[in-house]
């Protein structure tokens, strides 16, 4: 079976960006832990998150399937590789794209390149499946950045997901997200068929964000 996956996404959070996005990237880093720990920065700050924690899985929060060239503002993803990205996010809540801009990013990138796609529903986790990335995360767009968890707010939504992904690919990991703030949300996550969690909140609007990691990962 595969490691854990823990997804820590800094969005564009006032305490998750610059600097605070290299401090917050060493904490998470000093975390002993079994499971797979990444975090998903924003294009500014991917180089420094890097060099701030080389031994980091650093993924983007986007990127768009485009080439060398005429590309103005688009996020390339060599350019992104080249800079130490290892995977990406793509079709945030906050970020949606067409389906056709999920398969033809898979195109784009390099293989071993992790791509981990974001569904509302069950439909579109359906949808996102079968052009097989790496990970499909669950996460209804009500229940982001709020106090409690998917896992307790709709458990439903996450073992539904998990039995569509499954009833298409054997190969597509499957996450859910949205409110997750502890072990215990991360345990349930993981029982409910799971084989980790995508979460921002609980971890950049934290206090001390290194128990938070430890905590998130004391089942794992
Ligand atoms: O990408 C993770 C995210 O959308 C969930 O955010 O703040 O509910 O953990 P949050």
């Given at each position: 079976m595969s490691r854990p996956l823990v997804v820590v996404n800094l969005k564009t959070y006032e305490t998750a960006h610059g600097a605070s996005a290299e401090n917050l990237v060493k904490a998470i880093a000093s975390v002993e832990t079994n499971a797979r720990m990444v975090v998903a920065v924003s294009a500014f700050d991917l180089s420094a998150v890097v060099n701030a924690a080389p031994n980091l899985e650093v993924w983007c929060q986007h990127l768009d399937p485009v080439g060398f060239?005429?590309?103005?503002g688009w996020l390339h993803p060599s350019t992104a590789v080249e800079r130490g990205a290892s995977g990406t996010l793509i079709n945030h809540a906050e970020h949606k794209v067409s389906i056709e801009h999920v398969a033809m990013l898979l195109d784009a990138v390099p293989e071993g390149f992790t791509v981990c796609a974001c569904a509302a529903d069950i439909d579109e986790a359906r949808a996102l499946t079968a052009l097989q990335p790496d990970y499909v995360a669950v996460e209804p767009p009500e229940l982001?950045?709020?106090?409690?968890?998917v896992t307790t707010a709709d458990p439903a939504i996450v073992s539904g997901t998990a039995a569509a992904v499954r009833e298409i690919s054997e190969q597509v990991g499957i996450l859910c997200g949205a409110g997750v703030k502890n072990g215990a949300d991360v345990a349930t996550a993981i029982e409910l068929g799971t084989i980790g969690v995508l979460l921002a909140s609980g971890v950049t609007?934290?206090?001390?964000p290194k128990e938070i990691i430890e905590d998130l990962v004391s089942s794992l």
């Open positions: 060239g005429s590309y103005t982001i950045g709020g106090d409690i968890s609007k934290a206090t001390n």
